[in-house]
């Protein structure tokens, strides 16, 4: 049994849910996003409160009854609080800055990467940290994953593109003989 998908979801008053055969509509402000559990689990949505169950007890409906339930309890979270990833930026002369809709990053290449900041997301640059906010939690992780991936973290020296939270396993460089 899912440990997780048991658990129901309480609904804030600001967000409005509604359920439409198996699309779970969740909608706050102008910001409108959507679950669509292709029925492989049932829905309930009652009193501001959510709550799946497996149409079988087949493996695939019960690994689709925790998933889709985390996936709308994250799908809330978005809509209230959002979502942020950070990224460090460690190397002289590495640098950030946001233009407008771009976000220019001078990683030690000869030229500079532009990246274009999709719509719904928010950049912005301090000193050497990148923070990346947003409603969708796939969206800033794969955001995170793609800047990180122009120059990752290199196990000598540490330069590079890392998360906030991540550490670096650092190699011990050449030692000379005597």
């Given at each position: ?23 779970l509509t969740f909608t706050k402000g ?54 942020e990833k950070k990224l460090e930026i ?73 998360y906030s939270d991540e550490t670096i ?10």
């Amino acid at each position: 049994m899912s440990r997780i998908g048991k658990l129901p979801i309480s609904i804030p008053a600001d967000v409005k849910a509604t359920l439409d055969g198996t699309v779970l509509t969740f909608t706050k402000g102008a910001t409108t996003q959507t679950l669509d559990t292709l029925g492989n689990c049932g829905v309930v949505l009652e009193d501001n409160t959510l709550t799946f169950s497996t149409n079988s007890d087949q493996r695939a409906d019960r690994a689709f009854w925790g998933t889709y339930r985390a996936l709308a309890a994250n799908i809330i979270t978005g809509l209230t609080t959002g979502f942020e990833k950070k990224l460090e930026i460690n190397g002289v002369g590495y640098r950030a800055a946001v233009n407008g809709k771009v976000l220019n990053l001078q990683l030690g290449f000869s030229h500079d990467i532009n990246f274009d900041i999709p719509a719904g997301v928010d950049i912005s640059v301090e000193k050497n940290v990148i923070s990346i906010k947003g409603a969708d939690k796939q969206q800033i992780g794969q955001i995170a994953a793609v800047i990180r991936s122009f120059r990752p973290p290199e196990p000598y020296k540490g330069k590079g593109v890392k998360y906030s939270d991540e550490t670096i396993l650092r190699k011990a460089g050449k030692t000379s003989k005597k």
